[in-house]
């Protein structure tokens, strides 16, 4: 049973009285729920969990980063997400930062419905987009951006938002990101400080993100099969790591070459001794087999692990 609409709230506190009291307010008040993932210091909130099947009845990939109340980075967007952003009680005069882990439709599909949004939200400042170059089979994350919203993009009615000659309320600011095995940094403010790796997923071009914030690291894993370095260096001693269960162990073939099994969640969580896993992209066929998955993720990694539903909110003490 979902208690709160707004926010399904993960506390690393035991079930002091406290606690309780808290987690009863949650669950009773999903008016007051509405804006409360991370209304007091740093939080991640899921916006999307599943995806891309529509049965799974989960949006596709996409997270909030929290601070204090305001909803300072996206990372994704994949279909019905920009629903469950609007649920979270977030603006789109909020993020300082938009982050693409790759451009596949179900980490990218609403990025033009929040783009929209923002028409209505008085955004005043320019939104820096980062995500990973183009190839023969895939858009550079600029090319992405203008597709869509250039003066001969698909949305062109509005390129005021993006074509620098034109007069509007704000720009949007896209970069594609070269990263290798070795986090490189991307972007920073007073408040963030963002990084990225290149991780493997097939042919296509993707990134993993590193937000650090007040003290605290918070990796996104994006899709990858695991190989390679980069994915442990990214995730070392995260306060947070949200690794993408997307397949079974032992899944084989096109499967196990865009998506890393459980096994190898539990290795590089181990590896780099993160210490809060959560799973999310769970597809229908990772559905139900959470009990496997987490023995197999068990033999290797100890800490806390928690598979993720639509707006579930993980604040970081
Ligand atoms: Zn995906």
Redesign the pocket.
């Known amino acids: 049973m979902r208690l709160s609409p707004n926010c399904r709230c993960f506390f690393n506190f035991a079930s002091s009285p406290q606690s309780v009291i808290l987690l009863l307010f949650y669950a009773f008040s999903p008016s007051a729920a509405a804006q409360s993932c991370g209304s007091l210091g740093v939080a991640v909130q899921v916006l999307g969990s599943g ?2 099947e529509l049965q799974d009845k989960r949006a596709s ?1 996409s997270y909030l980063l929290w601070e204090d109340g305001q909803a300072k980075a996206v990372i994704d967007a994949g279909g019905g997400s920009a629903l469950r952003f609007g649920e979270s009680g977030a603006q789109m005069s909020q993020p300082d930062v938009l982050l693409f882990s790759h451009l ?1 439709v ?2 990218s599909a609403d990025f033009a419905a929040l783009i929209k949004s923002s028409w209505f939200e008085d955004r005043n400042r320019p939104l820096p987009i980062y995500g990973p170059p183009g190839n023969d089979f895939m858009p550079a994350t600029t090319e992405f951006v203008y597709d869509l919203f250039g003066d001969k993009g698909a949305y062109g009615y509005l390129s005021e938002l993006l074509v620098p000659k034109e007069q509007g309320s704000y720009k949007m600011r896209p970069h594609n990101v070269t990263a290798s095995l070795t986090p490189v940094p991307v972007f920073h403010n007073e408040s963030l400080a963002v990084s990225a790796v290149r991780v493997i997923h097939g042919g296509v071009p993707a990134l993993g993100w590193r937000i650090e914030t007040r003290g605290k690291l918070i990796v996104f894993s994006g ?1 990858t099969n695991g190989e390679g370095e980069g994915l442990p260096r990214l995730a070392m001693n995260a306060d947070l790591f949200i690794a993408h269960n ?1 397949v079974p162990e032992g899944a084989t073939g096109i499967e196990r070459r865009l998506h890393m099994p459980p096994s190898v969640i539990g290795q590089i969580a181990a590896d780099a001794h993160v210490k809060n896993l959560v799973l999310s ?1 769970r597809m229908l066929r990772t559905l139900g087999k959470e009990a496997e998955t987490e023995a197999e993720i068990r033999k290797r990694y100890s800490g806390p692990l928690t598979f993720a539903n639509d707006l579930d909110c993980f604040p970081l003490k």
Do not use: L, N, Q, T
């Open positions: 995806g891309p990939s596949h179900d980490h899709d997307a992209h």
